[in-house]
């Protein structure tokens, strides 16, 4: 006798995916609107002192081309450097622009003409409304100075400040899955290599980000019937975000991975939270998604239990 035929992965219906759309944008707005103040503030602080720093080092910045290896040898200052231009330059960006290939402490001792370059670049996109007095070849005013410090300390601390919350919200959400699997008496197994299904987790088992054949996986989940679940974890903080986050990235992957492994074999998924367009929504299921919400874990684990 053939055995039964393996536990379809739900596919949700318009009016479902839009009534959990609406769920995760109001639990988004009540985590924003809840973030605490003291997390900016912290990392405000921290930049002012290295903004201070860099002033006091460069003299108010009127000896920027003096000090250009002494700045850029100094890994807090190269950053408070980036964001003296209006706008902020990428270190990438830098690099290309002042054409010098690597930023590297070696390198630019080895050859101060390559800090001269890169300071120049920096002071060619000088923010002139924050630092008036270098234009007009004096010395700024109290009042100025402070001035400018505060604003290039608040770029930097709101810059790093949404960096940590996008880093902090996909790792929260992944802890949350693992915390929910757990919760169910799925055990966690070291992070692998996958090339094949027999070496993925077994039923019962799950591990940490890994390769799954030619792409990454942010969890992968051993289930009761010996498939296997790819699970990517994606938080969206705009409709236009989604794209990115879910057709872009998760809907690919699904595809990618059922190429690899089969159809049979696999069930690629993607725990969603944040801000997404029921279009998005829609395209990336037909396309081989199964969709769970991390407001919602509970319909994971109901459904992998449903899978012995």
């Given amino acids: 006798m053939s055995p039964p035929p393996a536990l ?19 639990v988004f707005r009540k985590e924003r609107m809840e973030e605490p ?27 920027l081309g003096d000090k250009a290896l002494e700045v850029l040898c100094n890994p807090n200052l190269i950053e408070a450097l980036r964001y003296l231009s209006g706008p902020p330059i990428s270190l990438d960006d830098l690099k290309v622009v002042s054409e010098v290939g690597t930023l590297a402490p070696g390198k630019l001792r ?54 940590n919350r996008r880093s902090e ?10 915390a929910a699997l757990r919760a169910v008496d799925f055990k966690e197994v070291p992070r692998r290599k996958v090339t094949k299904l027999a070496d993925a987790p077994k039923a019962g088992e799950f591990c940490g980000e890994s ?14 019937d010996d498939r296997t679940m790819p699970l990517e974890c994606k938080v969206s903080n705009s409709a236009t975000n989604s794209v990115k986050r879910l057709n872009n990235d998760a809907a690919v992957k699904a595809k990618v991975w059922r190429d690899d492994f089969g159809n049979l074999g696999v069930v690629p998924s993607a725990v969603l939270s944040g801000v997404y367009k029921l279009n998005n929504l829609i395209e990336a299921q037909d396309r081989g998604l199964t969709i769970f919400w991390a407001h919602d874990l509970r319909s994971l684990t109901d459904w992998i239990a449903r899978t012995r």
């Fill in 211 to 224: 390769l799954f054949g030619t792409r990454k996986a942010d969890l992968l989940v051993g289930l009761w």
């Fill in 8 to 26: 379809e992965a739900p596919r949700w219906t318009e009016e479902q995916l839009e009534a959990e759309r609406i769920r995760a944008i109001e």
């Fill in 110 to 163: 080895a050859e101060p003409a390559l800090a001269k370059r890169i300071v120049d670049t920096i002071r060619l996109g000088l923010d002139r409304r924050r630092f008036p007095w270098i234009a007009e070849g004096r010395e700024p005013t109290e009042a100025e100075r402070n001035a400018a410090v505060l604003a290039s300390a608040a770029l930097l601390g709101a810059s790093r400040a949404a960096m």
């Fill in 169 to 178: 919200g996909n790792k929260e959400q992944e802890e949350q899955v693992k």
């Fill in 37 to 63: 103040l003291e997390q900016y503030l912290d990392v405000f602080d921290e930049y002012q002192g290295r903004v201070e720093e860099l002033f006091e080092t460069t003299v108010d910045l009127t000896e």
